[in-house]
């Protein structure tokens, strides 16, 4: 689900520099590296924000700690590249950055954040309670996430809030 994020970020930031005041300015990549550099910092500090924020997800604590710190890092390359007229060599800078940023957030943040998102387990409790004729429902929008995951063989009925009392009375 990061991944169309990290294009937006990456139009945003290019637009950024076409700027007049950005792409003749002593900082061009500021705005950028001052963004990664708040994410990086937040990912170095998150053991002790996991501590101060109790609502932040347990897969959290399972990031590595290295990961900020290759945030800042990028974050520094960025703000170091010198100020080049040269637009095209900006925008090439910005695209190896975001690269390095995703190969990062694929290696140390997905694999912490997939155990939370697994349907699997879910899915196969739904296939079982189908097995045994027991009615199932959504509520509200559901776009068939367990249907393949949990080879369900009948559709869930989906509901809005205000039919809930209803269903179960059936």
């Known amino acids: 689900y990061l991944l169309p994020l990290f294009a937006a970020f990456a139009l945003l930031a290019s637009h950024n520099l076409l700027r007049p005041p950005l792409a003749t300015g002593r900082w ?3 705005p950028v590296s001052v963004s990664v550099a708040a994410v990086g910092s937040a ?3 998150l053991p002790a924000l996991m501590a101060r924020f109790p609502k932040l997800p347990d897969w959290a604590a399972d990031i590595p700690p290295l990961t ?3 945030f800042v890092l990028v974050a520094l390359a960025l703000l170091v590249i010198p100020n080049s007229k040269d637009i095209s060599f900006r925008v090439q800078a910005l695209s ?3 690269a390095v940023l995703m190969v990062v957030t694929h290696a140390a943040i997905v694999p912490a954040a997939a155990p939370a998102n697994d349907l699997r387990p879910i899915g196969r409790y739904l296939h079982a309670l189908q097995a045994q004729d027991t009615p199932l429902a ?3 929008k559901y776009h068939g996430q367990f249907h393949f995951i949990g080879r369900l063989e009948k559709p869930l009925t989906v509901i809005r809030v205000d039919e809930i009392d209803a269903w179960f009375v059936r």
């Open 28 to 30: 061009p990549m500021l």
């Open 43 to 45: 990912l170095l500090a």
């Open 68 to 70: 900020g710190a290759a």
């Open 96 to 98: 190896l950055a975001m």
């Open 138 to 140: 959504h509520l509200n």
